[in-house]
């Protein structure tokens, strides 16, 4: 019996493609390994979206392959998006890799391994969680039909595909049965959910079929696309119990110059339409967002536009990606680059006004109190870990509960905490 070990790169829903994997893993009578030494194949899950990602990737089989080299008898297999953007430079710059494949291709690993055939419709019933229990992300769609000149994720995942309703209602009674309580909805385009199956957007009649489901407490929504935002949505938010004031919504940018060369269909006026009426309908709303820094064509007028914009809309979440110049996107074309170091000194310039409006809302939490879910107990410290509804997991604040002596709690459960000090991405709290 082999064992084998599957190492995550990139994004959450790369994680739900390895869950996925990993459970047919193991109903295939695989051993799971803990760690890349003691298995006999190393399956390495890859991101291609920018460079910093490609760049890890690489790195992640290049080590692979030097414990390949102390142990011959391992074999090392390159999937996800890196593998199906770059098979063909894989297999010629890499020689190494024992095989190759594209995104989602379980049945070719199977079979690779000795295995026979993966059912695609019911790979969520043997799917293994590698996040904390208690959390769980729910892949509800595959693809992008947007053509966003610096985005190379509709060549690797394809046109959208939502999933049927149906199915991800009894996935998350799934999740929720193995101890999920918050449910974390992902994919490429979340707005323009049930288009494809339904001829209409459907993701308002899905959040609502979730919020039926046993055990599920909470339900964070992220990437949420503005060009084909549902506005209905914020209208859901407040009769809902369970859907999460938590509004993840990449702008980009709001320079209408940039706008047009990122093929963005949204405009300043859209977006902020958008920002103002969630603000006005929810008012204890969590703005997230992300921009690119330095997309060809960016002027100075236009950064300073969206420094402003968010010095005054003041997200409370904010992400930056410096442009990545990506063969075979609309942007790998345009010639009016921004020179590396411009970019990056906007986005240092960006990201240090973000960590003083990040200070500042902190700051005014202090003497708060929430419900939080508590992630991890650190024994040698003697502190929890935990988020409140405002925080998604690995990319927001996190909470740290001092001194939790003598209370009664848990990983995975809820607790009752006053906010008592706070920094630029960390809340301290006591029970």
């Known amino acids: 019996m082999k064992k084998i070990h599957v190492t995550t790169l990139g994004c959450p829903k790369n994680i739900v493609d390895s869950e996925n994997l990993l459970g047919l893993l193991k109903i295939n009578q695989f051993e799971i390994g803990q760690t890349p030494e003691e298995a006999d ?11 910093d990602a490609k760049e890890e990737s690489i ?47 379980y049945t070719e690993i199977l079979k690779a391994l000795g295995r026979g055939h993966a059912a695609m419709d019911t790979l969520y019933r043997s799917r293994l969680i590698t996040t904390p229990r208690h959390y769980a992300y729910l892949k509800i769609s595959e693809g992008c039909n947007h053509t966003c000149a610096f985005c190379a994720i509709p060549a690797i995942r394809g046109k959208h595909r ?3 309703m149906e199915q991800l209602v009894e996935e998350a009674r799934v999740l929720a049965a193995n101890g999920a309580k918050e449910l974390i909805i992902v994919s490429q385009d979340t707005s323009y959910y049930g288009k494809d199956l339904y001829g209409k957007q459907s993701i308002v009649e899905l959040l609502q079929r979730l919020e039926e489901v046993e055990g599920i407490e909470w339900i964070r929504v992220l990437y949420w696309y503005p060009t084909n935002f549902p506005m209905e949505v914020l209208h859901w938010m407040r009769e809902s119990k369970k859907l999460l004031h938590y509004l993840d919504l990449p702008i980009q940018h709001v320079s209408q110059n940039v706008l047009q060369k990122m093929r963005r269909a949204e405009t300043r006026e859209s977006i902020e339409n958008i920002l103002q009426a969630a603000r006005k309908l929810v008012p204890d709303m969590t703005f997230r967002t992300t921009v690119i820094v330095g997309h060809p064509g960016e002027r100075e007028e236009d950064f300073q536009e969206l420094l402003q914009f968010v010095g005054a809309f003041r997200f409370d979440r904010l992400g930056s990606f410096l442009y990545s110049d990506e063969e075979g996107t609309a942007a790998f074309e345009l010639t009016d680059k ?7 000194e906007r986005q240092e310039q960006l990201m240090e006004l973000q960590r003083e409006i990040s200070q500042e809302k902190n700051q005014r939490l202090i003497g708060q109190k929430y419900s939080v ?3 991890e107990y650190n024994a040698e410290m003697n502190f929890y870990l935990a988020r409140t509804y405002q925080d998604a997991p690995e990319i927001d604040n996190e ?27 960390e809340l301290y709290a006591k029970i």
């Open 59 to 105: 790195q992640a089989i290049l080590e692979a392959l030097e414990l390949k080299k102390n142990d011959p008898h391992k074999k090392v297999f390159v999937a996800g998006c890196l593998s199906q953007r770059y098979r063909k430079e894989i297999e010629q710059e890499i020689p190494e890799v024992d095989a190759i494949f594209g995104t989602e291709e």
């Open 373 to 375: 879910l508590i992630d």
């Open 162 to 164: 939502s999933k049927p």
């Open 41 to 51: 194949v190393l399956i390495i899950n890859t991101c291609g979206f920018i460079n």
């Open 338 to 344: 921004v020179p590396e170091q411009t970019a990056r």
């Open 399 to 425: 909470v740290i509960i001092l001194n939790p002596s003598g209370a009664e709690l848990a990983v995975g459960n809820f607790a009752h905490v006053e906010i008592i000090d706070a920094t630029e991405y």
